[in-house]
């Protein structure tokens, strides 16, 4: 019951302060970003001018539309791949041991290491030279599921490692067959380990630039939008660009988050 | 079909992992009813045969049978058995209700039917009211009784249990043993027990397998094993306490005179062992007595030695006394508490009758 001294006060002031420090060096560009979009004096936007005219300007460059659909699409098609591909390399590789299991993790997580911009260049020369497609969105899409395995394949492994299976025997001891013991047992357990996976392919691809850049050609995404903006100085619309994609984002994880809060969903539960 | 059909047979069964000779050439069968124990020590190879009768592993050689039907070479879902997991392996996102019910609806049994089964196995086990909790909201014992359930809900052809008391503490083990036995005698489905716990075999099954290596050293009705032991393996197993290495020096009649580091003892002739052969002796400890040194053996025939009592552990209906004999041995008896004018540091004069021991061929292993 000692009274609180003043070292322990200076000590907690500190540790607020670094926490509020670091929250802004974290977030304020993000902020400021989203606060300038909404202003028309850009130069100095104190005190602000509101208006909606970049949003304006940017939803009638058809540029937009079209970047925004190929760059939803590519990402919605590379987390779908990179998903099943690492979940099926994950649990063949913790549900049948096997002496290759390290050299295995390290090929499927190789991709890591390489830059983006070396994937995107060595896909586009293999897919254009070898199999005839250049240039394509589907060129893109397997140049980004090259690297969105690896991350799905850790963020997928770092969760199942966890996962029993014998949980899987149980279930097929009491009649589940393989199929069923998927869908009843392993599944139910762990999508949100899928989903986490699924969620940051999507995202990673959504954004990528580098990969698809150079397997697309003159086909639009946002990033390559952004960047041929950028090109030609700093324009107020990418503000509002920025903005949307960081909504987009933001309200993938914000739902989510809210989902598994209120338990609102429960995937399998009750089997069907 | 066969209505004389063993519930469970298992003929030549064998199973290797790289070097280890898991299960060795195993037969046996399980009637209707009966509940089999299998004990033995970890590593004997008592998981790896449970999980064969479940078809979780491939037997290398050999067949099983459930029920007259040849399993042998079936997946673990067509083979009708209930299973009770050493570590519950309740499923954790389903409820009680729907864990007990899996089996149930993986027949596809109508839903009325998956009702009155589970309302039954719920009334079993005693746990009715917690239909809609999940396993994370159970405590050790309940979560014990949902795998039971789970086991038994679908009225399997046999239920497998894998040490499903080797979890719980003490009490709630004593506990358990009792509802089982309660279980088993109110469904006529045959239970195969695996423990290492000597006391949870012989409490709980009507015949008692004792796995060593992967083999059985002997199977039998538990009072038989108890009271007869085949070999060293099982009667060192089974508690009985006092063991005893000696060379035999003569033999007479049934009896042969082993030197027992010094001291000598008569013990019965174990099959083809002649002079200068070894000898393993178990004594059980409470076939022994113990009394003050002064006081005349109660038969003619019973071996009496001299000791220094070491120490006395009250055990409630009986007491163990540490003694140290002449040769600088230990010895444990248990007998009454409170035996007149000993106490700790007295000399001490220990009893009992040769017959009383189990005595084996020494081999070179031990
Ligand atoms: N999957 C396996 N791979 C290799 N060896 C195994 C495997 N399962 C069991 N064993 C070995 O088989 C022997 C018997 O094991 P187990 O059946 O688990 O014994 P228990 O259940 O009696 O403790 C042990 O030596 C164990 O190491
Ligand atoms: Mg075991």
Known sequence: ??????????????????????????????????????????????????????????????????????????????????????????????????????????????????????????????????????GKLASAIVANTTEAIAFSFLVILAQLVRYDWRMDEAAMVFGARPAQVFREVTLPTIWPAILGAFLVSFILAFNNLEISFYNLGAIPTLPTIAWGTLRHGIKPELFALASVINLLVFSIIAGLFFLIQTGLVRFGYRGE | MQTSAHALELVEVEKQFGPVRAVDNVSFSVEKGEFFALLGPSGSGKTTLLRIIAGLESAGKGSVHIGGRDVTRKPPYARGIGMVFQDFLLFPHKTVGENISFPLKMKKMPAARQKEQLDWVLELVRMKGFEDRFPNQLSGGQKQRVALARGLVARPDILLLDEPLANLDRELRKEMEVEMRRFQAEIDIP??????????????????????????????????????????FVASFLGLNNTIVGQVTAQEGGLSTIDWKGIRLPVPTPEGVGVGDSVQYYLRSEKMHIGPLEDTPEGADATRLAARLRDIIFKGQYSDYFVIVENGEEMVISDVPDIKGITIGDQVAVSWLPEDGFAFAAKGDR
């Open chain 2, 191 to 232: 239970f195969v027990y695996v423990t290492h716990n000597q006391e949870e075999a012989l409490t709980l099954s009507n015949r008692v397998a004792v796995m060593k290596d992967g083999r059985f050293e002997q199977v039998g009705d538990k009072l038989e094993l108890y009271e007869a032991p085949a070999t060293a």
């Open chain 1, 1 to 134: 019951m000692a009274a609180i001294n003043s070292k322990d006060i200076v000590l907690r002031a500190i540790q607020v302060l670094l926490l509020v420090a670091l929250y802004i060096f974290l977030y304020f560009p993000i902020l400021f970003i989203t606060y300038v979009s909404f202003v028309d004096n850009i130069i100095w936007p104190f005190p602000p001018e509101w208006t909606l005219k970049w949003y304006a300007r940017l939803l009638s460059m058809s540029d937009f539309h079209v970047g925004l659909k190929n760059s939803v699409y590519i990402g919605l098609c590379t987390a779908v791949l990179s998903t099943l591909f690492a979940t099926s390399a994950v649990i063949g590789l913790l549900k049948y041991r096997t002496r290759w299991r390290g050299p295995m993790i390290l090929l499927y997580i190789s991709p890591l290491f390489v830059p983006g911009l070396l994937i995107g260049i060595s896909t586009l020369m293999f897919n254009a030279n070898v199999l005839g497609m250049s």
